[in-house]
């Protein structure tokens, strides 16, 4: 039985144009392309219910359609599910408390590297991996970097999405200040970056203890160096020259910023950029479908587009995605349900319609949906089709583990940054810092 969110219904998102509307129409009847594959045989438990948690949305269709193909697994199964949306920044203490006491949600859709701090503690998800593997042309590469356990072919979480965090930037103030786009060298995005301050249109990025924007800014800075926390053999290297480089060029790029960016949450330059306080930022498309969206800035979302971050030293675009990541633990108490679930949220007539009413905010995982009409829908959103394909990853070089969860989610690499931005370290102090940091966690 189909569920379909009414008109009225659909007049209550943030994203509520004639146009977005019939994109997710278009989405409903759009055929993606798939391969014949025999689903997992999970038979649901009797008397299952589910209780699902997952990141707070920042476009409101995010959790207007997922609450919808959770009431659609709901009546289609007879499984009651509750589905409770949590701040960025307390998914993971609550998926801790879950961890240590055996008791809290079924289904945990985390970040990134949360499955790897926990591997141990969880079901294996191969068999859902497999299948939609097979079904959906195969998994992009930080879906499956993040899914499997490292060293093995074995799936501890079901990626469901990535938000990548390329510059969104005003047009008309890049011009203005001298550019016909983003340039890739670390030279001339500084003189833009002091071009756009001197003309009072300055730029921000993330310097405070964000899950997504923060250690956004962190790794671009490192990798754009061709640096890295940790080497192939998964050995702190952060230590090195081209952290001390990536360390000094922030310190002549950050006084081009807005102030306050050593505060700033993964909120915060959204809130600065549509109120016109910043012109240029790394941010996920909420950004720009709040504003397309709004009668109020859609001039601001006219005048905005989107391009890869900085490349700098590095052979390819330096950025990566915040995953949200599904898991179950071993503690579930009804664990053919909760597998069931995240299976039937990735299928195409689940997936699809929620993929385009957030105009890809959560970047694909499986390569079918490259396919998805949301992509050619609006230029402006290109970069973001890419999102679960770029090869750079928590830990990079590194494999993913436990500890690179925790270098995460304890914001080692930004606080090095923060550090020298903010003037309590020099570049040297800073890099010691966080080497020491790391190797308490990297043992």
Same mark, same amino acid.
């Given at each position: 039985?189909?569920?379909?969110?009414?008109?009225?219904?659909?007049?209550?998102?943030?994203?509520?144009?004639?146009?977005?509307?019939?994109?997710?129409?278009?989405?409903?009847?759009?055929?993606?392309?798939?391969?014949?594959?025999?689903?997992?045989?999970?038979?649901?438990?009797?008397?299952?219910?589910?209780?699902?948690?997952?990141?707070?949305?920042?476009?409101?269709? %995010?959790?207007?359609?997922?609450?919808?193909?959770?009431?659609?697994?709901?009546?289609?199964?007879?499984?009651?599910? =509750?589905?409770?949306?949590?701040?960025?920044?307390?998914?993971?203490?609550?998926?801790?408390?879950?961890?240590?006491?055996?008791?809290?949600?079924?289904?945990?859709?985390?970040?990134?590297?949360?499955?790897?701090?926990?591997?141990?503690?969880?079901?294996?998800?191969?068999?859902?991996?497999?299948?939609? +593997?097979?079904?959906?042309?195969?998994?992009?590469?930080?879906?499956?970097?993040?899914?499997?356990?490292?060293?093995?072919? !074995?799936?501890?979480?079901?990626?469901?999405?990535?938000?990548?965090?390329?510059?969104?930037?005003?047009?008309?103030?890049?011009?203005?200040?001298?550019? %016909?786009?983003?340039?890739?060298?670390?030279?001339?995005?500084?003189?833009?970056?002091?071009?756009?301050?001197?003309?009072?249109?300055?730029?921000?990025?993330?310097? +405070?203890?964000?899950?997504?924007?923060?250690?956004?800014?962190?790794?671009?800075?490192?990798?754009?160096?061709?640096?890295?926390?940790?080497?192939?053999?998964?050995?702190?290297?952060?230590?090195?020259?081209?952290?001390?480089?990536?360390?000094?060029?922030?310190?002549?790029?950050?006084?081009?910023?807005?102030?306050?960016?050593?505060?700033?949450?993964?909120?915060?330059? !959204?809130?600065?950029?549509?109120?016109?306080?910043?012109?240029?930022?790394? !941010?996920?498309?909420?950004?720009?479908?709040?504003?397309?969206?709004?009668?109020?800035?859609?001039?601001?979302?006219?005048?905005?587009?989107?391009?890869?971050?900085?490349?700098?030293?590095?052979?390819?675009?330096?950025?990566?995605?915040?995953?949200?990541?599904?898991?179950?633990?071993?503690?579930?108490?009804?664990?053919?349900?909760?597998?069931?679930?995240?299976?039937?949220?990735?299928?195409?007539?689940?997936?699809?319609?929620?993929?385009?009413?957030?105009? +890809?905010?959560?970047?694909?995982?499986?390569?079918?949906?490259?396919?998805?009409?949301?992509?050619?829908?609006?230029?402006?959103?290109?970069?973001?089709?890419?999102?679960?394909?770029?090869?750079?990853?928590?830990?990079?070089?590194?494999?993913?583990?436990?500890?690179?969860?925790?270098?995460?989610?304890?914001?080692?690499?930004?606080?090095?940054?923060?550090?020298?931005?903010?003037?309590?370290?020099?570049?040297?102090?800073?890099?010691?810092?966080?080497?020491? =940091?790391?190797?308490?966690?990297?043992?």
């Amino acid at each position: 039985m189909a569920y379909l969110i009414t008109r009225r219904d659909g007049l209550k998102l943030a994203a509520a144009s004639a146009a977005t509307l019939a994109l997710v129409e278009e989405a409903r009847a759009q055929q993606i392309p798939t391969q014949p594959a025999e689903p997992p045989r999970l038979p649901i438990e009797s008397g299952a219910s589910l209780r699902v948690i997952r990141p707070a949305r920042f476009v409101e269709p %995010d959790e207007t359609f997922f609450r919808a193909n959770a009431e659609k697994f709901s009546r289609q199964f007879n499984v009651p599910v =509750r589905v409770d949306f949590v701040g960025w920044e307390d998914i993971r203490p609550q998926t801790a408390v879950l961890a240590n006491t055996g008791t809290g949600p079924d289904v945990v859709i985390g970040w990134s590297d949360d499955p790897h701090i926990y591997a141990d503690r969880l079901l294996d998800l191969s068999d859902v991996a497999e299948y939609l +593997g097979k079904k959906y042309g195969g998994w992009q590469f930080l879906a499956e970097k993040y899914g499997k356990r490292h060293g093995t072919n !074995n799936w501890i979480g079901i990626p469901l999405g990535g938000s990548t965090g390329p510059i969104v930037y005003r047009i008309s103030a890049v011009k203005e200040a001298g550019f %016909d786009k983003i340039p890739d060298s670390h030279e001339d995005f500084l003189r833009l970056c002091q071009r756009l301050k001197e003309i009072g249109k300055p730029a921000g990025f993330a310097l +405070g203890n964000a899950v997504g924007d923060g250690n956004g800014t962190a790794n671009w800075l490192t990798w754009s160096h061709n640096s890295f926390l940790t080497d192939e053999q998964g050995r702190v290297a952060i230590n090195q020259p081209a952290t001390i480089q990536a360390l000094e060029y922030l310190q002549k790029l950050y006084p081009t910023f807005v102030p306050g960016t050593l505060s700033w949450l993964d909120p915060t330059n !959204n809130r600065a950029y549509a109120a016109q306080e910043c012109w240029l930022t790394p !941010n996920g498309v909420s950004l720009y479908f709040a504003l397309k969206n709004d009668p109020n800035t859609r001039h601001i979302a006219e005048d905005s587009d989107h391009a890869n971050m900085p490349r700098g030293l590095a052979p390819d675009a330096p950025q990566t995605a915040t995953i949200i990541n599904a898991m179950v633990f071993r503690s579930a108490r009804f664990p053919n349900a909760a597998k069931a679930f995240i299976q039937f949220m990735m299928e195409a007539e689940q997936y699809n319609p929620w993929l385009t009413a957030c105009l +890809g905010y959560w970047s694909h995982p499986l390569k079918a949906y490259d396919n998805s009409a949301v992509w050619d829908s609006d230029p402006k959103i290109a970069v973001y089709r890419r999102g679960l394909d770029y090869r750079y990853w928590s830990g990079y070089k590194g494999p993913i583990t436990a500890a690179t969860g925790t270098a995460a989610s304890e914001y080692i690499l930004i606080q090095m940054y923060a550090s020298v931005a903010g003037g309590q370290a020099t570049p040297q102090q800073a890099v010691a810092e966080a080497e020491r =940091r790391a190797r308490r966690i990297f043992r």
